[in-house]
């Protein structure tokens, strides 16, 4: 089989001289026009001096299954808001090892000429599937480039990063420096190849498989009672009934990054019956929801409400907190203990409950 297609990426021009190549490249042209004629293969010789390339898409894996050349997933990986891709395998040989599918780069039945005296060949393929997903690889106009640098020959990327299955060969000397950058919306991460070392990772993006989870209903009824001089105040059967929308994101759209490297923002959402009936049901939502992490308990770094008229004089609020979270972390307890009074405004008076109730709410994103 023949290479296929071409890489979107934008290369530097190599060195060698523009004449030789052109030469080359139009005898290889008129052989293999011969060759084809009488129904065979083409065949050939390839002269691989230094600073030679390929790069080209690939729909298999080059390197065989369970050679050392191909990288665990903690090695090779990189996520993103807007990219995820993955680097299957990197290898580097003076002559072509046993089991390489390397006709996907050469052609088939290719005379492989060995590289000069001090260099060797270095190939990266990114794996044709890469079994992860940006959070927002859809969002309208990411801001996102790629780098990838073989020795000094160097793919550029922008408003992309390197296609599944696309491979980078180059004759470089040997052990030189094999690298990889992506830039997402300012943040820049990065491997290096050679040691097979990541850095700068967004470590949020690497932990669980879930960004929101939304919980089932808790619900109670409670009663409230006054007495006060010759007065008796009192409410029966004061119904509450509500969720929780718990996100943990680094990424939003519209806000950006919004967490450090090696943390997260877990959010939570609830609806509340304020009002309604000339009662008021009044709750300080960081006394009432009580969350707790791997570390334990969490103190709020943001608390607000939005509120929505409900039936004739009465108000609905949705309660939004924030909590800054190890980057690692999964696992979240909540606990929802709604407190008295109950209020009546009109009277003036304030009604201590009974029935109250701690709801405890297990929450996973593994």
């Not at 492989?112 to 044709?128: I, S, Y």
Request: glycine content about 8%; some cysteine; charged content about 25%.
């Amino acid at each position: 089989m023949s290479p296929i297609g071409i890489t979107p990426a934008h290369r530097r021009a190599p060195r060698p001289d523009r004449s030789r190549r052109a030469a080359a490249a139009a005898a290889a042209a008129v052989a293999a026009l011969a060759l084809g004629a009488c129904g065979e293969v083409p065949t050939g010789s390839l002269n691989t001096r230094a600073g030679h390339t390929i790069a080209t898409d690939v729909p298999v894996s080059v390197c065989p299954e369970g050679d050392e050349a191909r990288l665990a997933d903690e090695e090779g990986t990189l996520i993103g808001a807007h990219f995820a891709l993955r680097v299957e395998c990197v290898v580097s040989f003076t002559e072509p090892p046993e089991g390489f599918q390397l006709e996907y780069l050469f052609g088939e039945d290719t005379a492989l000429f060995p590289p000069p005296e001090g260099h060797e060949f270095t190939m990266v393929q990114f794996a044709p599937e890469p079994g992860h997903e940006g959070p927002y690889q859809d969002e309208p106009t990411p801001t996102l480039s790629a780098e990838l640098a073989i020795g000094d020959e160097v793919w550029t990327f922008e408003g992309e990063v390197p296609a599944p299955g696309a491979a980078y060969l180059a004759v470089v000397p040997q052990d030189a420096p094999i690298s990889l950058k992506v830039t997402d919306f300012e943040r820049t991460q990065a491997i290096d190849l050679r040691k097979r070392e990541r850095s700068e990772l967004i470590q949020g993006l690497y932990h669980g498989s879930r960004e929101e989870v939304t919980t089932d209903y808790i619900e109670n009824s409670v009663d409230g009672y006054l007495e006060s001089g010759n007065y008796q105040y009192s409410v029966e059967g004061w119904n509450y009934s509500t969720n929780f929308v718990v996100n943990r994101s680094v990424y939003v759209p519209g806000e950006g990054w919004v967490a450090e490297l090696d943390r997260a923002r877990l959010s939570v959402s609830f609806i509340w019956l304020h009002s309604g009936s000339g009662l008021v049901w009044e709750i300080d939502p960081e006394e009432t929801l009580q969350v707790s992490g791997p570390d334990g308990a969490l103190t709020a770094t943001a608390v607000d409400h939005t509120a929505e008229d409900w039936r004739e004089d009465g108000e609905l609020r949705t309660y939004h907190l924030s909590y800054d979270v190890p980057a690692d972390a999964l696992q979240f307890t909540l606990e929802f203990a709604p407190k008295g009074p109950i209020a009546w405004p009109d009277k003036g008076v304030e009604m201590p409950i009974s029935g109250e109730e701690t709801h405890t709410i297990e929450i996973d994103f593994s």
